[in-house]
Protein backbone atom coordinates (compact mmCIF):
# COMPACT_ATOMS: atom_id res chain seq x y z
CA UNK A 1 0.00 0.00 0.00
CA UNK A 2 1.73 3.30 -0.70
CA UNK A 3 2.78 5.82 2.10
CA UNK A 4 -0.26 8.21 3.35
CA UNK A 5 2.33 11.21 1.92
CA UNK A 6 1.40 9.70 -0.94
CA UNK A 7 -2.13 9.34 -1.02
CA UNK A 8 -2.32 13.04 -0.13
CA UNK A 9 0.33 14.20 -2.27
CA UNK A 10 -2.34 12.63 -4.98
CA UNK A 11 -5.26 14.23 -3.60
CA UNK A 12 -3.10 17.28 -3.92
CA UNK A 13 -2.51 17.22 -8.04
CA UNK A 14 -5.62 16.09 -8.74
CA UNK A 15 -7.28 19.29 -6.69
CA UNK A 16 -4.91 21.07 -8.99
CA UNK A 17 -6.31 19.56 -11.95
CA UNK A 18 -9.99 19.95 -11.44
CA UNK A 19 -9.35 23.26 -9.88
CA UNK A 20 -7.69 24.62 -13.50
CA UNK A 21 -9.77 23.05 -15.73
CA UNK A 22 -13.28 23.35 -15.13
CA UNK A 23 -14.43 21.71 -17.97
CA UNK A 24 -13.39 18.22 -16.14
CA UNK A 25 -16.00 18.89 -13.65
CA UNK A 26 -18.60 18.76 -15.99
CA UNK A 27 -19.23 14.89 -16.48
CA UNK A 28 -22.24 14.74 -13.82
CA UNK A 29 -24.47 17.22 -12.95
CA UNK A 30 -26.36 17.01 -10.00
CA UNK A 31 -28.57 19.38 -7.59
CA UNK A 32 -27.83 19.84 -4.42
CA UNK A 33 -31.54 18.39 -3.18
CA UNK A 34 -30.61 15.30 -5.33
CA UNK A 35 -27.91 14.92 -3.60
CA UNK A 36 -28.75 15.17 0.19
CA UNK A 37 -32.08 13.33 -0.79
CA UNK A 38 -30.63 10.37 -1.78
CA UNK A 39 -29.19 10.35 1.61
CA UNK A 40 -25.51 10.00 0.35
CA UNK A 41 -24.24 13.01 3.07
CA UNK A 42 -24.77 13.19 6.50
CA UNK A 43 -27.21 15.95 5.40
CA UNK A 44 -30.68 15.25 6.42
CA UNK A 45 -33.01 16.59 3.35
CA UNK A 46 -35.00 20.02 4.14
CA UNK A 47 -38.71 19.07 3.76
CA UNK A 48 -37.76 17.26 7.17
CA UNK A 49 -35.11 19.22 8.44
CA UNK A 50 -37.04 22.43 8.30
CA UNK A 51 -40.43 21.81 8.40
CA UNK A 52 -42.86 23.31 10.98
CA UNK A 53 -45.63 21.57 9.62
CA UNK A 54 -45.98 19.03 12.78
CA UNK A 55 -49.01 17.07 14.13
CA UNK A 56 -49.21 16.80 18.32
CA UNK A 57 -48.42 13.49 19.08
CA UNK A 58 -51.50 11.33 20.64
CA UNK A 59 -51.20 9.16 23.91
CA UNK A 60 -52.09 5.58 24.54
CA UNK A 61 -55.59 5.14 26.35
CA UNK A 62 -55.35 6.72 29.97
CA UNK A 63 -51.64 7.15 30.09
CA UNK A 64 -49.98 10.79 30.44
CA UNK A 65 -46.12 11.55 28.78
CA UNK A 66 -44.50 12.74 32.08
CA UNK A 67 -40.84 12.61 31.15
CA UNK A 68 -38.30 12.88 28.07
CA UNK A 69 -34.99 11.54 27.00
CA UNK A 70 -33.26 12.88 24.11
CA UNK A 71 -30.10 12.08 22.35
CA UNK A 72 -29.61 13.95 19.37
CA UNK A 73 -26.62 14.38 17.30
CA UNK A 74 -25.15 17.66 16.65
CA UNK A 75 -25.81 20.29 13.45
CA UNK A 76 -23.89 19.80 9.83
CA UNK A 77 -20.45 20.95 10.10
CA UNK A 78 -17.14 21.70 8.59
CA UNK A 79 -14.82 18.70 8.27
CA UNK A 80 -11.95 17.75 11.05
CA UNK A 81 -8.63 18.41 11.56
CA UNK A 82 -6.86 15.49 9.57
CA UNK A 83 -8.94 16.82 6.23
CA UNK A 84 -8.54 20.11 6.25
CA UNK A 85 -4.51 19.86 7.12
CA UNK A 86 -3.96 17.57 3.68
CA UNK A 87 -2.87 20.46 1.71
CA UNK A 88 -1.10 22.67 4.51
CA UNK A 89 1.25 19.86 5.00
CA UNK A 90 2.49 19.82 0.86
CA UNK A 91 4.68 21.54 -1.02
CA UNK A 92 2.42 23.88 -3.10
CA UNK A 93 3.51 24.52 -6.14
CA UNK A 94 0.89 26.46 -7.45
CA UNK A 95 0.15 29.44 -5.36
CA UNK A 96 -3.05 30.03 -6.68
CA UNK A 97 -4.52 27.36 -5.42
CA UNK A 98 -5.97 27.76 -1.94
CA UNK A 99 -7.39 25.08 0.68
CA UNK A 100 -11.27 26.48 1.24
CA UNK A 101 -11.06 24.75 4.53
CA UNK A 102 -9.74 26.93 7.20
CA UNK A 103 -8.03 24.50 10.52
CA UNK A 104 -9.07 27.35 12.63
CA UNK A 105 -12.60 26.26 11.73
CA UNK A 106 -12.13 22.08 12.05
CA UNK A 107 -15.68 20.86 12.97
CA UNK A 108 -17.17 24.12 13.16
CA UNK A 109 -20.67 24.30 12.53
CA UNK A 110 -22.05 25.76 9.13
CA UNK A 111 -24.50 28.28 8.85
CA UNK A 112 -27.33 25.16 8.26
CA UNK A 113 -25.86 23.41 11.13
CA UNK A 114 -27.15 26.32 13.65
CA UNK A 115 -30.36 26.63 12.22
CA UNK A 116 -31.21 22.63 11.92
CA UNK A 117 -30.89 22.11 15.92
CA UNK A 118 -32.65 25.36 16.46
CA UNK A 119 -35.47 23.60 14.02
CA UNK A 120 -35.61 20.34 16.11
CA UNK A 121 -36.70 22.87 19.42
CA UNK A 122 -38.77 24.11 17.77
CA UNK A 123 -40.59 21.03 16.14
CA UNK A 124 -40.07 19.32 19.62
CA UNK A 125 -42.43 22.22 21.27
CA UNK A 126 -44.83 21.52 18.28
CA UNK A 127 -44.72 17.62 18.66
CA UNK A 128 -45.11 18.05 22.34
CA UNK A 129 -47.21 20.88 22.93
CA UNK A 130 -49.35 19.22 25.42
CA UNK A 131 -46.06 17.79 27.28
CA UNK A 132 -44.11 21.39 27.19
CA UNK A 133 -47.35 23.56 28.13
CA UNK A 134 -46.81 25.87 31.00
CA UNK A 135 -43.20 24.36 31.41
CA UNK A 136 -40.63 27.18 32.83
CA UNK A 137 -37.30 26.34 32.51
CA UNK A 138 -34.97 25.45 35.42
CA UNK A 139 -31.74 23.48 35.34
CA UNK A 140 -33.41 20.57 38.21
CA UNK A 141 -36.52 20.58 35.67
CA UNK A 142 -35.24 20.25 32.34
CA UNK A 143 -31.35 18.81 31.78
CA UNK A 144 -28.74 19.82 28.67
CA UNK A 145 -25.84 17.80 28.36
CA UNK A 146 -23.45 17.78 25.42
CA UNK A 147 -20.58 16.21 24.86
CA UNK A 148 -17.29 18.10 25.64
CA UNK A 149 -16.99 19.68 21.66
CA UNK A 150 -18.00 23.24 20.50
CA UNK A 151 -20.05 21.61 17.60
CA UNK A 152 -22.30 19.82 20.80
CA UNK A 153 -22.25 22.66 22.77
CA UNK A 154 -23.45 24.97 20.58
CA UNK A 155 -26.19 23.18 18.94
CA UNK A 156 -27.23 22.33 22.70
CA UNK A 157 -27.62 25.99 22.69
CA UNK A 158 -29.49 26.41 19.65
CA UNK A 159 -32.19 23.32 20.29
CA UNK A 160 -32.81 25.45 23.32
CA UNK A 161 -33.59 28.82 21.47
CA UNK A 162 -36.02 26.71 19.62
CA UNK A 163 -37.57 24.90 22.50
CA UNK A 164 -38.21 28.21 24.64
CA UNK A 165 -38.40 30.78 22.03
CA UNK A 166 -39.61 34.04 22.96
CA UNK A 167 -39.79 33.04 26.73
CA UNK A 168 -36.52 34.44 28.81
CA UNK A 169 -35.87 38.37 29.00
CA UNK A 170 -32.68 38.78 27.06
CA UNK A 171 -32.97 41.52 24.09
CA UNK A 172 -35.72 41.98 22.05
CA UNK A 173 -35.52 38.07 21.14
CA UNK A 174 -36.60 37.27 24.85
CA UNK A 175 -33.67 34.49 24.65
CA UNK A 176 -33.55 31.77 27.62
CA UNK A 177 -30.34 31.08 28.77
CA UNK A 178 -29.81 27.78 29.76
CA UNK A 179 -27.07 25.88 31.45
CA UNK A 180 -25.25 22.51 29.32
CA UNK A 181 -23.28 20.22 31.84
CA UNK A 182 -20.37 18.46 30.06
CA UNK A 183 -17.84 15.20 31.07
CA UNK A 184 -14.51 15.51 30.35
CA UNK A 185 -14.12 13.74 26.89
CA UNK A 186 -12.04 10.76 28.22
CA UNK A 187 -14.58 10.23 31.29
CA UNK A 188 -17.60 11.09 29.05
CA UNK A 189 -19.41 7.19 29.18
CA UNK A 190 -22.55 8.47 28.91
CA UNK A 191 -21.90 10.57 25.49
CA UNK A 192 -18.59 9.41 23.52
CA UNK A 193 -18.49 5.96 25.35
CA UNK A 194 -15.95 4.61 22.64
CA UNK A 195 -13.43 7.80 23.25
CA UNK A 196 -13.46 6.96 27.35
CA UNK A 197 -13.25 3.11 26.55
CA UNK A 198 -9.48 2.37 26.34
CA UNK A 199 -10.35 -1.48 25.26
CA UNK A 200 -12.53 -0.23 22.19
CA UNK A 201 -9.56 2.12 20.98
CA UNK A 202 -7.18 -0.74 21.19
CA UNK A 203 -9.28 -3.77 19.79
CA UNK A 204 -11.97 -1.75 17.80
CA UNK A 205 -11.22 1.31 16.62
CA UNK A 206 -7.36 0.02 16.18
CA UNK A 207 -5.73 -3.13 15.44
CA UNK A 208 -8.73 -4.38 13.90
CA UNK A 209 -7.82 -6.67 11.99
CA UNK A 210 -11.88 -7.88 10.03
CA UNK A 211 -12.11 -4.13 9.56
CA UNK A 212 -8.52 -3.86 7.69
CA UNK A 213 -9.56 -7.18 5.51
CA UNK A 214 -12.77 -5.36 4.31
CA UNK A 215 -11.71 -2.55 3.28
CA UNK A 216 -8.55 -3.96 1.54
CA UNK A 217 -10.56 -6.11 -0.06
CA UNK A 218 -13.03 -3.44 -1.14
CA UNK A 219 -10.70 -1.20 -2.43
CA UNK A 220 -9.15 -3.91 -4.66
CA UNK A 221 -12.37 -5.11 -5.96
CA UNK A 222 -15.06 -1.73 -5.84
CA UNK A 223 -12.71 1.26 -6.01
CA UNK A 224 -10.11 0.56 -8.08
CA UNK A 225 -12.13 0.01 -11.33
CA UNK A 226 -13.38 4.06 -10.27
CA UNK A 227 -9.55 4.68 -10.04
CA UNK A 228 -8.72 3.09 -13.32
CA UNK A 229 -11.90 4.78 -15.01
CA UNK A 230 -10.71 8.37 -12.93
CA UNK A 231 -6.81 7.67 -14.48
CA UNK A 232 -7.71 6.97 -17.94
CA UNK A 233 -10.15 9.49 -18.95
CA UNK A 234 -8.43 12.57 -17.01
CA UNK A 235 -4.74 11.14 -18.07
CA UNK A 236 -3.64 11.24 -14.43
CA UNK A 237 -0.35 9.80 -13.79
CA UNK A 238 0.55 8.15 -11.60
CA UNK A 239 -2.19 6.17 -11.74
CA UNK A 240 -4.72 7.42 -8.83
CA UNK A 241 -4.73 5.11 -5.77
CA UNK A 242 -7.80 3.45 -5.09
CA UNK A 243 -7.68 4.63 -1.37
CA UNK A 244 -7.75 8.18 -2.24
CA UNK A 245 -11.17 7.73 -3.51
CA UNK A 246 -13.31 7.61 -0.39
CA UNK A 247 -11.80 10.84 0.84
CA UNK A 248 -12.57 12.77 -2.68
CA UNK A 249 -16.08 11.85 -1.81
CA UNK A 250 -16.44 13.25 1.55
CA UNK A 251 -14.56 16.82 -0.23
CA UNK A 252 -17.82 15.86 -2.79
CA UNK A 253 -19.86 16.43 0.73
CA UNK A 254 -18.56 19.02 1.78
CA UNK A 255 -17.98 21.42 -1.19
CA UNK A 256 -22.27 20.86 -0.12
CA UNK A 257 -22.54 21.65 3.26
CA UNK A 258 -20.01 24.50 2.92
CA UNK A 259 -20.61 26.22 -0.61
CA UNK A 260 -24.10 24.52 -1.79
CA UNK A 261 -22.18 23.36 -5.23
CA UNK A 262 -21.84 20.06 -6.71
CA UNK A 263 -20.43 21.04 -9.92
CA UNK A 264 -16.63 20.03 -8.15
CA UNK A 265 -15.88 17.01 -7.08
CA UNK A 266 -19.30 15.09 -6.99
CA UNK A 267 -18.90 15.96 -10.82
CA UNK A 268 -16.62 13.50 -10.98
CA UNK A 269 -18.63 10.51 -10.48
CA UNK A 270 -22.28 8.53 -11.38
CA UNK A 271 -24.86 8.11 -8.87
CA UNK A 272 -23.58 4.67 -8.90
CA UNK A 273 -20.24 5.21 -7.93
CA UNK A 274 -21.34 8.21 -5.23
CA UNK A 275 -23.27 5.19 -3.48
CA UNK A 276 -20.37 2.78 -3.85
CA UNK A 277 -17.78 5.73 -2.10
CA UNK A 278 -20.36 6.11 0.52
CA UNK A 279 -20.55 2.36 0.97
CA UNK A 280 -17.04 2.50 2.17
CA UNK A 281 -17.47 4.61 5.70
CA UNK A 282 -20.75 2.41 5.89
CA UNK A 283 -18.08 -0.86 5.90
CA UNK A 284 -16.16 1.36 8.43
CA UNK A 285 -18.88 1.92 10.53
CA UNK A 286 -20.59 -0.95 10.76
CA UNK A 287 -17.23 -2.71 11.84
CA UNK A 288 -15.85 -0.20 14.33
CA UNK A 289 -19.50 1.00 16.00
CA UNK A 290 -22.20 -1.67 14.70
CA UNK A 291 -22.40 -5.31 15.08
CA UNK A 292 -19.61 -5.75 13.21
CA UNK A 293 -17.60 -6.05 16.57
CA UNK A 294 -19.68 -7.53 19.30
CA UNK A 295 -18.04 -5.14 22.14
CA UNK A 296 -20.52 -2.55 20.42
CA UNK A 297 -23.19 -4.45 22.03
CA UNK A 298 -22.47 -3.43 25.44
CA UNK A 299 -20.89 -0.08 24.95
CA UNK A 300 -23.47 2.17 25.40
CA UNK A 301 -24.16 0.45 28.72
CA UNK A 302 -23.29 3.33 30.46
CA UNK A 303 -26.11 5.60 28.67
CA UNK A 304 -28.70 3.17 29.67
CA UNK A 305 -28.01 2.67 32.88
CA UNK A 306 -28.20 6.54 33.65
CA UNK A 307 -31.44 6.65 31.52
CA UNK A 308 -32.97 3.72 33.94
CA UNK A 309 -31.64 5.59 37.04
CA UNK A 310 -33.34 8.66 35.67
CA UNK A 311 -36.92 7.20 35.40
CA UNK A 312 -36.81 5.41 38.61
CA UNK A 313 -35.58 8.47 40.33
CA UNK A 314 -38.54 10.54 38.80
CA UNK A 315 -40.87 7.82 39.23
CA UNK A 316 -39.87 7.27 42.84
CA UNK A 317 -40.64 11.00 43.77
CA UNK A 318 -36.80 11.07 44.05
CA UNK A 319 -35.75 13.79 41.20
CA UNK A 320 -37.98 16.96 39.32
CA UNK A 321 -36.35 16.09 35.77
CA UNK A 322 -39.44 15.95 33.03
CA UNK A 323 -37.10 16.03 30.18
CA UNK A 324 -33.07 15.24 29.52
CA UNK A 325 -31.76 17.03 26.31
CA UNK A 326 -28.08 15.59 25.31
CA UNK A 327 -26.30 16.26 22.15
CA UNK A 328 -23.79 14.08 20.97
CA UNK A 329 -22.26 12.51 17.63
CA UNK A 330 -23.75 10.07 15.12
CA UNK A 331 -20.95 7.63 16.37
CA UNK A 332 -22.78 7.85 19.84
CA UNK A 333 -26.39 6.73 18.12
CA UNK A 334 -25.19 4.10 16.42
CA UNK A 335 -23.06 2.33 19.45
CA UNK A 336 -26.56 3.51 21.82
CA UNK A 337 -28.42 1.23 18.43
CA UNK A 338 -26.59 -1.58 18.70
CA UNK A 339 -26.29 -1.76 22.19
CA UNK A 340 -29.91 -1.63 22.27
CA UNK A 341 -30.14 -4.73 19.76
CA UNK A 342 -32.35 -2.34 16.78
CA UNK A 343 -31.29 -1.68 13.33
CA UNK A 344 -29.44 -4.66 12.48
CA UNK A 345 -29.38 -5.61 8.91
CA UNK A 346 -30.45 -8.47 7.86
CA UNK A 347 -27.44 -10.03 6.87
CA UNK A 348 -23.38 -8.55 7.86
CA UNK A 349 -22.15 -6.22 5.81
CA UNK A 350 -19.15 -7.14 3.69
CA UNK A 351 -17.02 -5.97 0.73
CA UNK A 352 -18.42 -8.47 -1.40
CA UNK A 353 -22.11 -7.15 -1.45
CA UNK A 354 -23.31 -6.49 -4.89
CA UNK A 355 -24.24 -2.69 -5.64
CA UNK A 356 -27.64 -3.89 -5.69
CA UNK A 357 -27.04 -5.10 -2.37
CA UNK A 358 -25.72 -1.78 -1.28
CA UNK A 359 -28.78 -0.31 -2.42
CA UNK A 360 -30.55 -2.10 0.17
CA UNK A 361 -28.63 -1.18 3.21
CA UNK A 362 -30.58 0.72 5.69
CA UNK A 363 -29.30 1.51 8.65
CA UNK A 364 -25.90 3.40 8.53
CA UNK A 365 -25.05 6.95 9.41
CA UNK A 366 -26.01 8.20 6.42
CA UNK A 367 -29.20 6.69 6.00
CA UNK A 368 -30.49 6.87 9.39
CA UNK A 369 -28.66 9.19 11.42
CA UNK A 370 -27.62 12.51 9.36
CA UNK A 371 -26.43 15.33 11.57
CA UNK A 372 -29.50 16.71 13.86
CA UNK A 373 -30.63 13.38 13.58
CA UNK A 374 -32.72 12.59 16.95
CA UNK A 375 -33.38 10.06 19.63
CA UNK A 376 -36.52 10.20 21.38
CA UNK A 377 -37.63 8.12 24.77
CA UNK A 378 -40.81 8.55 25.87
CA UNK A 379 -41.78 7.69 29.24
CA UNK A 380 -45.57 7.46 30.24
CA UNK A 381 -47.75 6.53 33.34
CA UNK A 382 -50.84 4.70 32.88
CA UNK A 383 -53.78 4.45 34.96
CA UNK A 384 -55.53 1.74 34.05
CA UNK A 385 -56.07 -1.39 36.16
CA UNK A 386 -51.67 -2.15 36.68
CA UNK A 387 -50.61 1.52 36.68
CA UNK A 388 -48.22 0.58 34.60
CA UNK A 389 -45.54 2.60 33.30
CA UNK A 390 -44.56 2.83 29.10
CA UNK A 391 -40.96 3.45 26.83
CA UNK A 392 -41.44 4.60 23.30
CA UNK A 393 -38.77 5.38 21.07
CA UNK A 394 -38.41 6.95 18.27
CA UNK A 395 -35.70 7.86 15.57
CA UNK A 396 -36.27 11.21 13.86
CA UNK A 397 -39.70 11.11 15.58
CA UNK A 398 -40.61 7.56 13.57
CA UNK A 399 -41.58 5.09 16.24
CA UNK A 400 -39.94 1.69 16.20
CA UNK A 401 -40.36 -1.63 18.02
CA UNK A 402 -37.26 -2.25 20.47
CA UNK A 403 -37.10 -6.08 19.94
CA UNK A 404 -38.91 -8.07 22.90
CA UNK A 405 -41.10 -5.85 23.40
CA UNK A 406 -45.09 -6.02 22.48
CA UNK A 407 -45.43 -2.74 20.83
CA UNK A 408 -43.99 0.25 20.03
CA UNK A 409 -45.18 1.36 23.49
CA UNK A 410 -42.88 -0.92 25.58
CA UNK A 411 -43.91 -1.52 28.92
CA UNK A 412 -40.78 -0.22 31.86
CA UNK A 413 -40.23 -3.62 33.29
CA UNK A 414 -40.00 -5.67 29.93
CA UNK A 415 -37.70 -2.60 28.88
CA UNK A 416 -35.04 -3.39 31.76
CA UNK A 417 -35.13 -6.87 31.47
CA UNK A 418 -34.33 -6.93 27.64
CA UNK A 419 -31.51 -4.68 28.65
CA UNK A 420 -30.37 -6.90 31.80
CA UNK A 421 -26.99 -6.72 33.34
CA UNK A 422 -26.35 -3.56 30.95
CA UNK A 423 -27.79 -1.74 33.53
CA UNK A 424 -25.75 -1.01 35.81
CA UNK A 425 -22.15 -2.29 34.01
CA UNK A 426 -19.11 -1.52 35.60
CA UNK A 427 -18.26 0.22 32.07
CA UNK A 428 -14.17 0.82 33.67
CA UNK A 429 -13.77 -2.92 33.99
CA UNK A 430 -15.23 -3.60 31.06
CA UNK A 431 -12.94 -1.03 29.21
CA UNK A 432 -9.72 -1.71 31.12
CA UNK A 433 -6.93 -2.53 28.39
CA UNK A 434 -4.49 -4.90 28.38
Known amino acids: MRSFYHILHSVFIFALLISYNPALCKRYKYTVEELI ?39 SRLPIPDDISYYYT ?14 RNNFQLVER ?12 RKRYAKFWKGVRYSPEVIKFQSSATSRTGASSMAFSEGLFNGEGPLDICKSKPVYVWSLPTEQDYILQPHYACARWNQTVANNNTVLNEQLYSYGNKTLKPIADRLSKE ?45 YYWD ?108 IRALLNFKPFLIPGCKSEYCEWETFKKILGDKIGCDFKKMCAFP
Open 283 to 390: LGSYYTLQYGDPFNQRLGCGYYTQLVNGVEDYLNGNSFMIADIKNSHGFTLLILFTTLGVFKEKEPLTADFTYEQIKKVRFTEYVSVPWSSTFYLEIYTCSDDHNKVL
Open 90 to 103: LIIKRKKYKNPFLL
Open 37 to 75: DAHLFWLEPAKTAFSLDIEPISYPDKCELKQLHLNTRHG
Open 113 to 124: GELEPYFDGLQS
Open 234 to 278: YNIKPHLDPNLLPYMFTYCQFYVVRFNRTDTWCSLFSPKELLLLR
